[in-house]
Nanobody, 126 residues
Framework: QVQLVESGGGLVQVGGSLRLSCAASGDSFSRYTMAWFRQAPGKERQFVGALNWSGTSAYYSTAVEGRFTISRDNAKKTMYLQMNNLYVEDTAVYYC???????????????????WGQGTQVTVSS
């Protein structure tokens, strides 16, 4: 069974940067589109961005486009989220997720993701 483990969260000041990692266990990492989501207290889970299985096509929410970058290393079975110019509004628990089916598109909804990590807290202070 595939497991996802996020790391790299922490406390950072406004304008700062953080890099999150999502390490996957099991096989077939390179066949699946992966995504980052986030959830702030009292709010619904929000899509951040997705990267296709080969790392050649990414899609971001408008809230983070231009500031966040998703990458992956299929040999290491790891996905990354580079977050720059952080805002207070980026404060949330960040989750990585794997799609239900291989070779999916990057614009599918959260219901298409069936494997989730436990989350890592990102706090941006002013």
């Amino acid at each position: 069974q595939v497991q996802l483990v996020e790391s790299g969260g922490g406390l950072v000041q406004v304008g700062g940067s953080l890099r999150l990692s999502c390490a996957a266990s099991g096989d077939s990492f390179s066949r699946y589109t992966m995504a980052w989501f986030r959830q702030a207290p009292g709010k619904e889970r929000q899509f951040v961005g997705a990267l296709n299985w080969s790392g050649t096509s990414a899609y971001y929410s408008t809230a983070v486009e231009g500031r966040f970058t998703i990458s992956r290393d299929n040999a290491k079975k790891t996905m990354y989220l580079q977050m720059n110019n952080l805002y207070v509004e980026d404060t949330a628990v960040y989750y990585c997720a794997r799609q239900r089916n291989p070779f999916g598109g990057t614009r599918l909804g959260p219901h298409e993701y069936n494997t989730w990590g436990q989350g890592t807290q990102v706090t941006v202070s002013s």
